[in-house]
């Protein structure tokens, strides 16, 4: 998932997943991981509006489970990574 941007957490065990780069809204977004992907995560604007496009992930699962709900999460999102990769090489 190249357009979702996180950032590695220190000090604590919770993932920020910043979902912005789709330009979809947050309902979406929430809909693409809970409910296609079957994915549960931590909706971030829970945490006040600036949360909005972001998805809260508890990192310290078990490794192949952490593995799986990406893999998940990503197939959900698979239709506009590949519009995105198309708009990059015509613009390049």
């Not at 809970?34 to 909706?43: F, S, T």
């Not at 809260?56 to 593995?67: D, N, T, V």
Request: glycine share 6%; proline share 5%.
């Amino acid at each position: 998932m190249p357009t979702v941007k996180v950032r590695i957490p220190e000090g604590t065990y919770v993932m920020w997943m910043d979902f912005s780069g789709y330009g979809l809204s947050a309902q979406e977004i929430h809909d693409r991981i809970y409910n296609k992907a079957n994915v549960i995560l931590e909706d971030g604007h829970l945490f006040g509006n600036e949360g909005k496009d972001f998805q809260r992930i508890c990192i310290p699962s078990p490794r192949p489970l952490i593995k799986e709900a990406l893999e998940r999460i990503a197939l959900e999102f698979q239709d506009i990574e590949s519009t995105n990769q198309s708009e990059r090489e015509y613009i390049k």
